[in-house]
């Protein structure tokens, strides 16, 4: 499959506002740490799911396909029941340790 951006370079994101609304349409309860902190939160929050994937999309943080994925797929990839902060560890912790597994060619 190819994509094209150049035609709908904000698409990506209108699929992944979508992926997010129909994902957590139901809430997911947030898996916390044993010890959470006091403000950690009992359910995903949606706007803050959506946020953290659009802000690492524009700062190129994320595969450069993520703007080829169908809404379908990026339910897939939203769905998640850790808290953002976990996500946002995790991309860090592969752009510095493993950036081969996270910009694939193909």
Known sequence: RQCNSEDDPSGVLDRLGLA???EHATPHIQR???????????FVDPVKRYLNYENAFLEGELDPA???LTTWELRFVVDGEEPDETIAWGRSMLRNFRPDHIFMKS
């Open 20 to 22: 997010v609304s129909l």
């Open 32 to 42: 916390n740490p044993e010890e959470p902190p006091e403000d950690a939160e009992e």
């Open 66 to 68: 993520f703007e080829c």
